[in-house]
């Protein structure tokens, strides 16, 4: 159809004096538009108005991207044609009658803002003007996967998850979330897809970097504590909802192979450890939180049919629904229905257990297990397809309907949608919260040895008059804090900072997946050593999975652990600029043989492990 321009709703006077925006543009207030009426009063009317495309439309949330200059994506003729990364934002507004997007990519936080607008003044062109609800994945780490968490320049930068962990201060990811909650409103995103409520039982798993830890109760704490610092006590106007994920607890992946692909698409408990991945999810329901995800894989020799999570009617409507009593808002995970290419490698739905059905198959199941929304998908025409060839009755889709509405009443953005771009520019990074954030990363190190083999005195903290030689880290900022030299032999201590080890995986998006093997190699380990054997070391290691790293802890001088820290937040600690108080949000095996003998379902359950959970020095 053609579009029309994107224009922006007329804010006007009712008889009665009540200021409203014109959405359908009719110049008279309907009970959908009058902001004086109850929730449910404004949800009822609008869901009558509707027709089964507009509802069809409100089931499916997928990518949308944003042009660095903040405007709205519009292939060119040169691009490809229904390219899942880079789709028309006009087309999935105007013709696909959508309104939930999930940002992927960014630009400087005024040019999402703009962005933000001009998105809302497209929808506003539609039929009935709902305005969209934007979400995002984690943007505030120092991770960036494009199926997990997208690092934003110009918002503050924390460490990632398990290193709140090893703080364990409830209030700091309060505050976190909170500082995240401002970031995002200001530049118009309402919806967070986080947190991660999934245990990292399983080391191997490529998404441990997500989670707060291994240990549930530490995990239910700080996942409660983050759906309240993101929609505070209860959901409104100046709250982002947050989507808790991914239930019922992801983590025992079978090999700890991510259920993104084929090769992992089993969740398996050998523990026998089921009610335990249920713990933080628990502490999210008392929390408020507004949504849930459940995972992609599919649960192995549990009383659960063996699909999918997102088509699984005992865990979506049976264990969280009736068992839980949950009656927000369900997403699935992204890409259950359709096959797609990413990255010029072929993609497939991750229809884990029920492949042999069509797309409209899979969408009727997905709809009769109870969820309320579709995640990466951008097909309504299915949903209508199904309602009229009478698969899926229309009273079921206005259940979801109503409970996906009700969000966006509750949330304002029927009232306002739009932000300020000059707000944005000055909030998002601001002093305050960058501050906040790199005291973050400093408390949440953990010091695992501060002294050589055998020596009396610690190597920690670093002297400023040391003259030190640096690997993984900027000699400029070295450079700082003490004398940088050039070689090992002229140093009095050397300060190397690597990354937990993976297997490489090629093509498409595993390569963005860190899987695999958790020890270094010999000809990774060689430098490492070496240098260690040569002049005292610290060793920093980036643990976004827990490493085996025996021979390291052997020879450095000192080691610590990382969950995404700066250079300064870490030679602020090394030369006792800021104290580490952070303890291991998980255990670190001795060898890879210790952990294939674990069970993917339990935590911690190393016979020996190199350091146990919560091992973490302090330095004098």
């Known amino acids: 159809m053609p579009h029309t321009a994107p224009t922006r709703p007329a804010l006007l006077t009712a008889p009665d004096g009540t200021r409203f ?70 087309a999935l507004v105007a013709d696909k009658l959508m309104n939930h997007f999930n940002l992927f990519g960014a630009a400087a936080p005024r040019r999402i803002a703009e962005w933000n607008n001009r998105l809302q003044d497209l929808a506003a062109g539609t039929r009935l003007g709902i305005p969209v609800t934007v979400s995002t994945d984690p943007r505030h780490g120092f991770v960036d996967n494009p199926a997990a968490s997208a690092q934003t320049e110009g918002f503050s930068l924390w460490p990632e998850p398990p290193g709140l962990a090893a703080i364990g201060d409830e209030e700091l990811v309060r505050r976190h979330a909170d500082i995240v909650r401002r970031e995002y409103l200001a530049v118009g995103i309402r919806l967070a897809l986080h947190p991660t409520a999934d245990l990292a039982t399983e080391p191997r798993w490529a998404r441990v970097m997500g989670t707060f830890g291994s240990d549930a109760e530490t995990s239910a704490r700080l996942v409660a504590a983050c759906v309240r610092g993101l929609q505070g006590d209860s959901l409104g106007p100046h709250s982002v909802a947050a989507m808790t994920k991914h239930f019922p607890g992801a983590g025992p992946q079978k090999d700890g192979e991510d259920a993104h692909f084929p090769y992992g698409r089993e969740q398996v408990y050998p523990g ?9 999810f628990e502490a999210a329901f008392a929390a408020g939180t507004s949504q849930i995800m459940p995972y992609y894989a599919m649960p192995v020799g549990t009383p659960y049919d063996e699909v999918g999570f997102g088509f699984n009617k005992g865990v979506v409507t049976g264990l969280l629904r009736e068992k839980y009593g949950f009656d927000g808002i369900v997403c699935t995970d992204w890409g259950l229905v359709t096959d797609s290419r990413i990255l010029g490698a ?36 299915l949903v209508v397809e199904l309602v009229r060839d009478g698969g899926v009755a229309e009273d079921r889709v206005d259940v979801s309907v109503r409970r996906l509405l009700r969000e966006k009443f509750v949330l304002g953005l029927f009232d306002d949608p739009y932000v300020d771009p000059d707000e944005a520019a000055a909030v998002c990074g601001s002093p305050e919260f960058v501050a906040a954030g790199r005291a973050a990363q400093s408390r949440s190190l953990t010091v695992l040895k501060d002294r050589p083999e055998g020596a009396e005195e610690p190597l920690l903290p670093l002297s400023p008059g040391a003259r030190i030689y640096v690997r993984g880290v900027d000699p400029s900022v070295a450079a ?42 010999p000809e990774e380990l060689r ?16 643990l976004d999975r827990p490493a085996v790293i025996p021979e390291i802890a052997a020879t450095a001088g000192a080691l610590l652990a990382d969950y995404g820290a700066s250079d300064e937040a870490v030679l602020d600690v090394l030369f006792g600029h800021a104290e580490a108080e952070g303890t291991l949000p998980f255990e670190l095996a001795r060898s890879m043989d210790d952990v294939r003998e674990g069970c993917e379902d339990l935590p911690n359950d190393a016979v020996d492990p190199l350091y146990p959970y919560g091992h973490g020095l302090r330095l004098r």
Request: charged residues 25%.
């Open 527 to 542: 430098p490492i050593l070496e240098l260690a054997r040569a002049v005292p070391t610290v060793v920093d290691v980036f």
């Open 480 to 521: 700082r804090y003490a004398t940088v030299v050039a070689s090992p032999e002229e140093a009095d201590v050397a300060v190397v900072r690597v990354a937990a080890p993976h297997d490489q995986r090629e093509g498409g998006f595993e390569q963005f997946f860190r899987a695999g093997r958790l020890d270094f190699t």
């Open 272 to 280: 026998a450890n089921f009610d335990y991945h249920l713990i933080p």
């Open 21 to 90: 925006r014109d959405l359908n543009g009719n110049g008279t207030m309907e009970p959908y538009e009058n902001p004086t009426l109850s929730v449910d009063e404004r949800v009822a009317d609008l869901v009558a108005r509707m027709t089964l495309e507009e509802k069809a439309g409100l089931l499916f949330q997928t990518m949308i991207t944003i042009n660095a200059d903040g405007t709205l994506v519009e292939p060119g003729p040169d691009d490809p044609v229904d390219d899942p990364m880079y789709p028309s934002t006009s």
């Open 346 to 381: 072929p993609f497939p739905a991750r229809a884990w257990g029920v492949e042999h059905l069509d797309r409209a198959g899979r969408v009727e199941l997905i709809l009769a297990a109870g969820a309320d929304q579709l995640g990466g998908e951008a097909a309504p025409e």
